[in-house]
Every structure is written in structure tokens, then in C-alpha cells.
């Protein structure tokens, strides 16, 4: 299974991005819990949002919520975060990752993408 992130980069404060995760190799989709993990300088990586396997309600933490939307579109097997209103302390790296088992997924257990840069000044 490979997660490839993309959509980052250096926005003004107020500004959007949209950033994809393609999901590929042996795999059904809809099988995973998925997340979208931030990690910036010096500090731990911290889960922002996510589905769990089910697919019924996001989960968002509380730092984004009303800024961040998660969706998928299974055609593409692509998970999507929309970021609005950035801020300084949104600077990280945004990484994807999947999971079987565990919801959000675990650095352990789940598949993880490199990341896509998000820079915001």
C-alpha cells in the first residue's frame, strides 16, 4: 500500500489549500481508517482529522474545526483536506496515513505517506 500526499505549499495568512492523498497497491479503499497528521518543527506529530472505517462521521481536532474539511472521493481512492483561513501555526508537515486496525491509524501499524509541505507566513 502506498500513500502519496500532495497539495502543500506557502500560502499567506487567510489563505486555502487543498491537499490530496492517493491511496494505491493492493488495497480496498474503503478498508482503511484514515487520517491527516501534522507535524511541525520541534514539535510531536498530532492527528487533525480523520474517517473511521465506517465512513460515517469525520473526526477533527478541536485546533481546526470549523477551518479544515476532510472528504474522499472513491473513484480516485483519494482522500482530500481543505484547509481555509491559515494561520501562522498551521506551518507543518502535512502527512496521510492508513490503517487497518487502528483508528486514527498508528505510526506502528499504519501506512504512512512522505508528507506535503504546508508553509504559512
Known amino acids: 500500500v502506498q500513500l502519496v500526499e500532495s497539495g502543500g505549499g506557502s500560502v499567506e495568512v487567510g489563505g486555502s489549500l487543498r491537499l490530496s492523498c492517493t491511496v494505491s497497491?493492493?488495497?480496498?479503499?474503503?478498508?482503511?481508517?484514515m487520517g491527516w497528521f501534522r507535524q511541525a518543527p520541534g514539535k510531536e506529530r498530532e492527528g487533525v482529522a480523520g474517517?473511521?472505517?465506517?465512513?460515517?462521521?469525520?473526526y477533527y481536532v478541536d485546533s481546526v474545526k470549523g477551518r479544515f474539511t476532510i472528504s474522499q472521493d472513491h473513484a480516485r481512492n483519494t482522500l482530500i483536506l481543505e484547509i481555509d483561513s491559515l494561520a501562522p501555526e498551521d506551518t507543518a508537515m502535512y502527512y496521510c496515513?492508513?490503517?487497518?486496525?487502528?483508528?486514527?491509524?498508528?505510526?506502528?501499524?499504519?501506512?504512512w505517506g512522505q508528507g506535503t509541505q504546508v508553509t504559512v507566513s
Open positions: 496515513a492508513a490503517d487497518h486496525g487502528s483508528c486514527p491509524p498508528s505510526r506502528n501499524t499504519g501506512y
Open positions: 497497491g493492493h488495497t480496498l479503499f474503503d478498508s482503511y481508517n
Open positions: 474517517f473511521d472505517v465506517g465512513r460515517r462521521t469525520p
